[in-house]
């Protein structure tokens, strides 16, 4: 059955693909940094934020002190970049705050944040494995064969794909020897703040432990972005005819 959603504003969808859709072309009608100056946006959004913190409770909440005005920013962290709509409130603290999570009014399990944590502690690690393939492997022009399908690719055209074990295996098996499959301990990860647009680990050795766990068990390859990765997907341990390497 589809979820409607309402809100404060007055503003109601039948379902909640509906609203993301509106908050999505919302934020495409704004440029990077700038504020958002329609009346109507801003009582969505103000609205959106009260949803916020009434359904998703587990940090501070985003209105704090009362808003000033929104904005569209960029969410930067290890190795990835996207825009998303920010709070300037009325004390002049500024935060991070997603539409998605409010209208789908679901924070994240312990399980995804451990998730991101895993991703951003390897994140570094990834950027320098590709390009070191590029430089090693690149031809005249600086591309290289995607793995799939031999069609040669540009940097900025390929993905690193975690081909055995899938990165979510690894994260499983990592907590796994550490005994945290029924969840992960109290100040392992970064809790709720603002401007944290994701979060890591606490604690630098469990960074380091997970990048040794990936690192020794990890096969990983280079692909095109464009290609079908369904064509691989029935096979358990596929075969890789050029597999990238973690260390020089």
């Known amino acids: 059955m589809a979820k409607a959603i309402t809100l404060s504003s007055g503003r109601s969808w039948k379902t909640q693909t509906a609203a993301l859709a509106h908050f999505k072309q919302m934020l495409h009608r704004y440029a990077d940094d700038q504020v958002v100056e329609g009346r109507d946006d801003q009582d969505d959004l103000l609205a959106l934020l009260e949803r916020y913190d009434a359904i998703i409770a587990h940090g501070p909440a985003k209105i704090g002190s009362g808003v000033e005005y929104f904005l569209r920013r960029r969410n930067v962290g290890e190795n990835f970049s996207t825009p998303g709509f920010w ?34 502690a390897v994140a570094a690690d990834l950027l320098a494995a590709k390009k070191r393939h590029f430089e090693t492997h690149g031809d005249s022009s600086g591309r290289v ?27 499983v098996g990592f907590r796994a020897a550490r005994g945290w499959q029924h969840g992960v301990p109290a100040g392992i990860l970064t809790p709720p703040a ?29 692909v095109s972005r464009a290609t079908n990765l369904a064509m691989s997907a029935e096979q358990r341990r596929p075969r890789i005819k050029r597999p990238v390497h973690l260390e020089a």
């Open 87 to 120: 709070v300037h409130r009325t004390d002049g603290t500024d935060t991070d705050f997603s539409y998605i999570d409010a209208v789908k009014g679901q924070p994240k399990s312990n399980a995804q944040e451990f998730y991101d944590a895993c991703r951003g």
């Open 145 to 171: 064969p995607c793995d799939l399908s031999d069609e040669m690719i540009s940097f900025g055209e390929a993905h690193l794909d975690h081909a055995y074990p899938t990165f979510g295996q690894l994260v």
């Open 194 to 222: 603002d401007a944290q647009t994701a979060t890591s680990f606490l604690d630098a050795s469990v960074v380091d432990a997970f990048r040794q766990f990936h690192s020794g068990a990890v096969t990983l390859r280079i």
